[in-house]
T-cell receptor, first 108, second 120 residues
Framework: ELKVEQNPLFLSMQEGKNYTIYCNYS?????LYWYRQDPGKSLESLFV?????AVKQEGRLMASLDTKARLSTLHITAAVHDLSATYFC????????FGTGTSLTVIP | GAVVSQHPSWVICKSGTSVKIECRSL??????MFWYRQFPKQSLMLMAT?????????EQGVEKDKFLINHASLTLSTLTVTSAHPEDSSFYIC????????????????FGPGTRLLVL
């Protein structure tokens, strides 16, 4: 069974700072997704990474994929309060395998 | 883009009653839909894979007689929680797949807004 681990699980950071969330997975896959979930809401799609070396950026978030290392990163630049949410990565195999989630709180 | 709706958004019911949750793909046909449940502060747990016109495939540990899934059309899947109990209280999220399986790998999933179930 494919396992997906995220690190860290909880993250509290000040506005304006940078940080990276890591997503490691256990078996080969070349399709990785990042989602955002606000409290009480469903998932919002952020990025789809389809190949080794893929990098995508939207606003203050940038995601990358290294299929050889089985690692994806979600980098936060100059965090703002609106980014506070839980972030999940998911890897596509014979089903979608979700990571444990990273709960991000951005404080003034 | 692809939109998936769920109905209802919130439901509160008494213990022992049954609750039906609908999942619809509004602007595309979905051969496959998925049902997840999520407990507070936890990740999504896949309950079952629903295929149009055939029986659902349930994940290990999910009681198929308790969580009845019907996928009667390419745009609608329903999840019925039968004889609900307080431990069934959870956030239920469906997703619809945008394409089929490619080389053994699932395609992009579009998620519904979720249904929060509270069983008293």
């Amino acid at each position: 069974e494919l396992k997906v681990e995220q690190n860290p699980l909880f993250l509290s950071m000040q506005e304006g700072k940078n940080y990276t969330i890591y997503c490691n997975y256990s078996t080969t896959s070349d399709r990785l997704y990042w989602y955002r979930q606000d409290p009480g809401k469903s998932l919002e799609s952020l990025f789809v990474l389809l190949s080794n070396g893929a990098v995508k950026q939207e606003g203050r978030l940038m995601a990358s994929l290294d299929t050889k290392a089985r690692l994806s990163t979600l980098h936060i630049t100059a965090a703002v309060h609106d980014l506070s949410a839980t972030y999940f990565c998911a890897v596509a195999g014979n089903q979608f395998y979700f990571g444990t989630g990273t709960s991000l709180t951005v404080i003034p | 883009g692809a939109v998936v709706s769920q109905h209802p958004s919130w439901v509160i019911c008494k213990s022992g009653t049954s609750v039906k949750i609908e999942c619809r793909s509004l602007d595309f046909q979905a051969t496959t839909m998925f049902w997840y449940r999520q407990f507070p502060k936890q990740s999504l747990m896949l309950m079952a894979t629903s295929n149009e016109g055939s029986k659902a495939t349930y994940e290990q540990g999910v009681e198929k007689d308790k969580f009845l899934i019907n996928h009667a059309s390419l745009t609608l899947s329903t999840l019925t929680v039968t004889s609900a109990h307080p431990e069934d209280s959870s956030f239920y999220i469906c997703s619809a797949e945008g394409g089929g399986i490619t080389s053994g790998r699932r395609e992009t999933q579009y998620f519904g807004p979720g249904t929060r179930l509270l069983v008293l």
